[in-house]
């Protein structure tokens, strides 16, 4: 069952529940190979995707952000099969996807295709566009109704171009029509999940806005699921049901949109969220409330132990450098890996001494970000007090109540017994 999507609509994880899980990702690992000496030793690996799991339901959008370095393309080819795992699967429609070979995937590129980030480089200058869209029919051995052509014209007045580009060069083509032209040749094979790679990254912005209307109607009218990866965050809240975060090779935060921009939970997510510019003209001359991180991204060869946010992290704390935090569901519907997350109750309350690393981070922060944190975390914590106690209280009450009942069923039993001896 598709579900459609209208622009700018909310699909929230209960809603988006009801749909057939399409893609299910567990464990998944890209490790590439340092090769040094004569020999070519492997000497170490480059963990661009280090252990992700998540799920895509059909009719869905899964947004997937992250800085620059993070793994968020490498994954996008791990699920497309274009990388081959170093570990863990890939389900697509309840089938194990992860090791099939060249020709068991042909039949499966029918229902998987990519949108690449560069317009330019994906497209063979030598071939025409007829040539480049009707491609996936010629690979497939599929014979559209009316014949390739007429299909390839359909496609590229689908996309919003003129039919009669069938016999033009790429090079003939802006940036905005030449990534129109990858999501036509995308859409060739009716797919049922479309992996777009930074889509609009290399567009101009009222081209941005062109290409991410369009997916949004390719959606509803063909009820395509989406996996689309971006750096513009502000891309990625119009598009997206649910939002993955993903840091040096590890998803930390996954949840629904609405919860990811209005409370992040996860101290990089909320980072990533104060980088976001407010176009309004009244906040200018305003201080900004921007979270500046310390440092650079690691390097991924040697990533840090335990959480691999710790060093940039104005919440570290000795748990954070010794224990990887898992990704938990804090929430209905945002799961988070954190020991000391925002807008909830401390994981790890009884460490509290922060590492000189977070002491350092923490000068590079807003005074006004550290008192909403502290604020939240607080409050969070009251809350969950209040409500443990109210959970206690009838507890108590109901065994006050079972002990009475019981000392006055015991009573007569007792009077009876007298009464016996009496007789």
Avoid at 45 to 51: H, K, L, N, Q, W
Wanted: proline fraction near 7%.
């Amino acid at each position: 069952m598709s579900i459609p999507k209208q622009a700018g609509s909310t699909l929230t994880e209960d809603s988006a529940g009801d749909g057939e899980v399409l893609l299910r990702v567990s464990g998944l690992k890209k490790h590439f190979p340092i090769r040094k000496g004569l020999l070519q030793r492997q000497t170490g690996a480059v963990r661009a995707v280090d252990g992700i799991d998540f799920e895509v339901r059909k009719g869905e959008t899964l947004g997937v952000v992250g800085e620059s370095g993070c793994g968020k393309s490498t994954m996008g080819r791990l699920i497309t099969r274009l990388l081959e795992p170093t570990g863990g699967t890939v389900e697509f429609e309840g089938r194990d996807i992860t090791h099939l070979g060249v020709g068991q995937m042909r039949p499966m590129r029918r229902d998987v295709q990519m949108i690449f980030q560069d317009p330019y480089s994906s497209l063979n200058p030598r071939h025409t566009i007829g040539t480049i869209v009707g491609a996936p029919f010629k690979l497939q051995g599929v014979q559209p109704e009316g014949g390739v052509k007429k299909e390839v014209q359909r496609l590229l007045s689908v996309v919003g171009l003129n039919p009669e580009h069938y016999n033009r060069y790429p090079h003939e083509f802006s940036g905005g029509q030449r990534q129109r032209i990858g999501i036509a040749r995308a859409l060739a094979l009716n797919p049922k999940l479309v992996v777009a790679d930074e889509p609009v990254s290399a567009l101009d912005v009222s081209i941005q806005a062109q290409v991410v209307n369009l997916l949004d109607d390719l959606q509803e009218e063909l009820g395509l699921t989406y996996v689309i990866i971006a750096h513009d965050l502000s891309v990625v809240r119009h598009v997206s049901d649910r939002i993955a975060v993903m840091y040096l090779g590890k998803i930390v935060e996954l949840a629904d949109r609405e919860s990811l921009y209005t409370a992040p939970m996860h101290p990089y997510t909320k980072a990533l969220m104060s980088a976001v510019p407010i176009p309004d003209p009244k906040r200018r001359g305003v201080k900004s409330e921007r979270i500046l991180l310390r440092g650079d991204v690691p390097s991924p060869i040697a990533p840090p132990s335990g959480c691999r946010f710790h060093t940039r992290c104005w919440k570290a704390t000795e748990v954070c450098r010794t224990t990887e935090p898992p990704l938990l569901e804090l929430k209905p519907g945002q799961r988070v890996a954190c020991h000391h997350p925002e807008n909830f109750q401390d994981q790890q309350p009884q460490d509290t001494v922060l590492l000189s690393v977070a002491k350092e981070a923490a000068e590079l922060v807003a005074d006004e970000v550290l008192a909403e944190s502290a604020e939240t975390s607080a409050a969070v914590a009251a809350v969950a007090a209040e409500v443990s106690e109210a959970a206690e209280a009838p507890v108590a009450e109901d065994a006050s109540e079972a002990a009475a009942a019981e000392d006055d069923a015991e009573a007569p039993a007792s009077e009876d017994v007298t009464d016996g001896d009496n007789k």
